[in-house]
Each structure stands twice: as C-alpha cells, then as structure tokens.
C-alpha cells in the first residue's frame, strides 16, 4: 500500500478522507498547514481546527504534523489579495492558496519527506481520461462541488493526487464520520476566505476593515449613464461590475446595477441589467488541460455560480447568449461535461 500525506484542516471531509485511506489499509501521515497568523472567525487556522485535526489523528491512529507556511501564504496569497484590490481586480484567495501552498509547497514538502501521494477532503474527482493523462471532475455533490478552484493542476500532480470524498455527497460524508465516531462529523463547514472575519450581520464590513488596514480605501462618485450623479460608495475597490446590492443611490426604485468602474476618475457608472451583458470575455492567460477543445463547452466564472455555454477561440471565451461581464481577476473554468478540461484568469472584458 501507498505512503500518503493527507492535509487534515480540522473538517468533517479532510477527517472522513483520511479515515477511509486508512481503512483501506494504506500508510497515512497526517499534516496540518498553519497558513494564517491574524484574527479570523471563519474555521480555519484557528488554534481549535488544529486542535480538532491532531485529535482526529490521534483517533485514528495516525501521525500528524503541522507545517508553517505562514510566510509564503502572506507572499503568495494575502499580498496579492489586497494588491489585485489595489489595482481594481477581484482576486479568487482560494485558487491562489491551491496553486501556490496546497498544491505546490506541500507537495515539494511532500517529496522531500519520500511519499508517494496526497490526499485531501476536496469535493472533487480525479479522472483518468485513458490517454494517459487525467482531469479533475465535479464532485458528487453539486452543492459542494470544489473542482472549479482545482482547475489549475497539472498532470504531475494530478497523477500523484487522491480525493476520496469526491465519490460522495456531503451528508454522506457527515453519515460516515457519524459511523467512525470522528470529532468533527457535525462541524459546521469553513468560508472560502480563512483571513476575512464574516460575523453574522457584519455584511462586508470584515472585507473592509482588512483591506482598510492594508491599502487606503478610496470613495467614489455614483453616475448614471447620462453622466449625472446618482450616489456614492465608501470605497470603490469594493465595488464590482454587475453588482446591485449595496448600493447607495439615493433612494432609487429602479433596479440599477454596475456597468462600469473607472479607478482612474474614481466613477462608478450604473445603468439597466442588459448592459451588464457581453459576448465574450477575454482570458489572456488560458491553458488547457491535455489539449485544446473545439466545440461548445461549459464555462464557470466564480467558486458557485451556474456554468453557461460557450465556445473558445483562442484566448477569448465566445458566449452562446450575452452573459454578465466576468470581474477581472476571477478563474474562469472550462468544463466538458463535468471534466474540468481548461481555464485561467479573466483580463479586459469586450464590450457588448
């Protein structure tokens, strides 16, 4: 049997994933990865997810270590978080966190200690497509479905790479830590975010204040499409295309939304939905998973949103209906069926 280093949170599906490798007889090691050092409330590196995994391991029988990458998590994935800000993009943390700690220093890490595979508790398949090569596929569970922020795996990992609670759904896996008595089976899920405190009815305030504290937040000026000035936003690196809610526009009735940010004069423009709507969104930086696909694909733009079809010409997504305007800085993920077959980060949007 295999020697696997599975990346044990603290959750429910990391714990399941390394109590069914080691029922099915291989050699686990668990580690932990101590990433953040600062205040957060969303379940994750805190001192009691660390807790809770080295409990888990002890039930289980199994080492467990902790890794600090605090340095490289600040360099690789909070640095370039509030800079994209800065710079008036939406950055994805959790795609950067799988691309650079996760999927990158954990592996070499991995290596260095001699095993043979990686596990974790992403809800996601790894698929062998039967050329020799392989793709992350959706996970059982639709809801819970983590594929689109694995997107950027290569071959090398994917072959050393071991998801096993992709095959279920999350109340399957919450039965089957129920079954094994693991501490963590009614362990509420974490935030995609560790770093960004999200109280209940704080809103966006935790965003806020943790960028505020980094970068100086600058205040906008709401317009129309007439030009005339309809508003404000307290800052405008806050403030994304296609977005409705949150608004100040003085009392308005109808429904406006974002159509364009200015970060040079400062300006937000609002106008009706339909102008929110493009034909295409350019991908400057798209790779391809074991080759290029002609025909019509499905494409994902954001950790939950829906998948919309499409077609690609070169770098440039070609929508088969005019479809909101993607953030710049946000993945966007080809999907054949439910293979993950594609994807990069959105540049310039085309207009409509």
């Known amino acids: 049997m295999a020697e696997i280093l599975v990346a044990l949170s603290g959750g429910v599906d990391s714990s399941v994933a390394a109590a069914l490798l080691k029922r099915e007889g291989h050699d686990v090691t668990t580690v932990t990865l101590k990433l953040w050092g600062g205040e957060t409330d969303s379940g994750c590196c805190s001192v009691s997810d660390v807790e809770d995994a080295r409990r888990v391991a002890q039930q289980l029988g199994v080492d467990h270590h902790v890794f600090n990458f ?27 966190c799988n691309r650079h700690i996760k999927f990158d220093k954990l592996f070499r890490r991995a290596d260095a200690l001699g095993f043979d595979l990686i596990a974790t508790g992403h809800h996601a398949r790894v698929i062998d497509v039967g050329d020799g090569t392989r793709r992350i596929g959706r996970g059982a569970d639709p809801a819970k479905d983590q594929s689109y922020v694995l997107h ?89 295309v296609g977005q409705r809610k949150g608004l100040d526009l003085g009392g308005a009735t109808e429904r406006r939304y974002v159509v364009d940010i200015d970060h040079t004069t400062d300006t937000v423009t609002v106008g009706p939905f339909e102008d929110t709507l493009t ?23 954001s950790a939950h949103g829906a998948r919309r079809p499409a077609t690609v010409t070169n770098t440039t997504i070609v929508w088969s209906e005019p479809q909101p305007r993607v953030a710049l800085g946000q993945s966007v993920v080809l999907y054949l069926e439910d293979e993950v077959v594609g994807g990069g980060i959105a540049g310039e949007e085309h207009q409509p």
């Open 70 to 96: 605090g340095d490289d998590f600040e360099e690789h994935v909070v640095e370039p978080y509030v800079a994209a800000y800065a710079e008036g993009r939406v950055p994805n943390p959790c795609v950067e």
């Open 152 to 240: 950027m795996l290569g071959q090398d990992q994917l072959a050393r790479l071991m998801l096993p609670v992709g095959e279920f759904t999350k109340d399957e896996v919450r039965e089957l830590a129920l079954e094994l008595d693991l501490r963590t089976a009614n362990k509420p899920d974490s935030q995609d975010v560790c770093f960004i405190e999200r109280s209940p009815g704080r809103g966006d305030a935790g965003r806020r204040a943790f960028l505020g504290d980094r970068i100086p937040l600058r205040p906008a000026k709401i317009v129309d499409q007439s030009g005339a000035e309809v508003g404000a936003a307290p800052s405008i690196e806050l403030v994304t």
């Open 279 to 301: 034909a295409r969104t350019e991908v400057p930086d798209l790779t391809w998973t074991n080759g290029a696909i002609d025909g019509e694909l499905t494409v994902q733009c």
